[in-house]
């Protein structure tokens, strides 16, 4: 053995003695002992008996000497044994436990440049099945601004635990290091992202409830996703058609996109609402709302009011506008699946005068 034997030189794996090369592996890092198996490290010569045993956060360590009295191992000039007294010493050194929190707060753009996104676009750049999809893909990065917190809970947090604003040298990730007894004897804690006015739109909730397993104190990809407003999941088409009121399908008419003028009054105008969702994921609870004109409102000259016929009368919510009324037409909550589209169908009478306003 050297005179001060190392862990280089003393492990078989990596010995340069060749007695020792016979000796026991050591082990990996990351590696796991079993409760109540044993390991044996390394066996080491006694006349030159200066070792250390590094033990990390161990719950609890039993140390066990043997040795051969007066031994040889077959090594000329080698002796293995107790031939003078000698000195143990032994120590355990552990560091403070902590759960460890993490996970990026990233554009869920799909890696279209932001500069380059589009309202209204459908199709084109935005078939790409990273957009709006709620997982952080290679293709996105992380962005500032978020703040983010560790509380007790999500439903009523009364206690905060960490909290960390998100600057660009952090491109998006956070991590928390909170010592166990800090947490105490929680089942969970909750994770909430918030305060990012540079991009408004979420992806994904603002809130993630971590739950606590047995013996694991790291959890990661606590991720919460975002976009900017061009990137919105929803593009809302309308378009419009003028009719003499008499019709009995609105679907049958033609559409336009451009604008209508010289109206006459005490015709009707039906409208065609496309709602198109454009993200890789189910956009829940959508309602779509269109306030029908009314005079001296926004500059309208005429009142227009709910007119025959009715299109899929189901899709539209108590509150919406009667016939023969002027007010808001609103539609029933619905889900509008990834890549998915509905069409919404109304006609509206054009009043019976037209005046400029006083």
């Known amino acids: 053995m050297p005179p001060t034997p190392t862990l280089t030189n003393i492990l078989k794996s990596t010995s340069t003695t060749p007695n020792n090369q016979g000796t026991y592996t050591p082990l990996t890092t990351g590696a796991s002992i079993n409760s109540g198996s044993q390991y044996v490290s390394y066996g080491i010569e006694n006349t030159a008996s200066n070792y250390v045993i590094a033990v990390r956060n161990a719950s609890s360590v039993t140390l066990t000497y043997e040795a051969i009295m007066n031994g040889s191992n077959a090594f000329q000039g080698e002796k293995i044994g107790e031939t003078f007294n000698e000195w143990i010493s032994f120590g355990v050194e552990s ?3 902590n759960y460890i929190f993490s996970g990026t707060v990233f554009n869920d753009n799909g890696g279209i440049d ?15 099945n990273d957009y709006f999809n709620s997982v952080l893909n290679s293709t996105e990065a992380g ?17 905060t635990f960490a909290t960390q604003t998100l600057t660009s040298s952090n491109a998006g990730r956070y991590q928390f290091n909170i010592p166990v007894t800090q947490i105490g004897n929680r089942s969970s804690v909750c994770i909430i992202e918030d305060n990012n006015t540079g991009y408004p739109i979420r992806t994904t909730i603002d809130k993630r409830q971590v739950s606590f397993t047995a013996n694991n104190y790291t959890y990661v990809d606590n991720n919460f996703d975002r976009v900017i407003t061009k990137n919105a999941a929803l593009v809302l088409e309308k378009e419009q058609a003028v009719n003499p009121c008499t019709i009995t399908s609105l679907t049958a008419l033609t559409y336009t996109k451009n604008s209508i003028s010289d109206i006459p009054p005490g015709q009707c105008i039906a409208y065609k609402i496309t709602a198109t969702n454009r993200a890789n994921m189910a956009v829940n609870n959508f309602v779509m709302q269109d306030t029908l004109q009314k005079k001296d409102i926004n500059g309208a ?12 009368e189901s899709d539209y919510a108590p509150n919406s506008v009667a016939l023969n009324d002027n007010g808001v037409v609103v539609t029933n909550s619905i889900s509008l699946a990834a890549r998915g589209n509905k ?16």
Do not use: H, M, W
Request: net charge neutral; charged share 15%; proline share 6%.
């Open 343 to 358: 069409t919404f169908y109304f006609n509206t009478k054009y009043g019976t005068t037209q005046s400029p306003s006083s």
């Open 114 to 128: 932001d500069n380059s996104a589009d309202a209204n676009t459908i199709g084109g750049i935005y078939n790409n």
């Open 95 to 97: 560091e403070p436990l």
């Open 143 to 159: 962005i500032a601004g978020s703040r983010v917190r560790l509380v007790d809970n999500c439903s009523n947090p009364t206690q």
């Open 301 to 312: 000259l005429v009142t227009s009011t709910l007119n025959t016929p009715r299109y899929n």
